[in-house]
């Protein structure tokens, strides 16, 4: 059974950093498009970066540029996201996201990608 839990959610100052973790268990497909979500109360939900574990192409969405970093650790089959310079309007559930069927190609809509993780709540106060 696929299972994506996320973790390293919390709360932080304006200007912090924090990383989040997303461990895949159960995942037939060894090469993949790994993506992090985030969603505000509101608010559709927002593709903030992927990585095509395959060979490691990352994409960001435009709000995070600069400022957030995605990774893996393929043999602990663990993805992050290094989140620095954090601003009040980073705030929201992310979830972490698998589809292994298909490179990055689309990997900002929430349709592409097939498995989700349950969420982790980040809270920057200003």
């Known amino acids: 059974q696929v299972q994506l839990v996320e973790s390293g959610g919390g709360s932080v100052q304006a200007g912090g950093s924090m990383r989040l973790s997303c461990t895949v268990s159960?995942?037939?497909?060894?090469?993949?498009?790994m993506g992090w979500f985030r969603q505000a109360p509101g608010k559709g939900r927002e593709g903030v970066a992927a990585i095509y574990t395959g060979g490691s192409s990352t994409y960001y969405g435009d709000s995070v540029k600069g400022r957030f970093t995605i990774s893996q650790d393929n043999a602990k089959n663990i993805l992050y996201l290094q989140m620095n310079s954090l601003k009040p309007e980073d705030t929201a559930m992310y979830y972490c996201a698998a589809e292994g069927q298909y490179r990055c190609g689309g990997w900002y809509l929430p349709v592409f990608y097939s498995r989700w993780g349950q969420g982790t709540q980040v809270t920057v106060s200003s």
């Open positions: 159960g995942y037939t497909y060894s090469t993949k498009c």
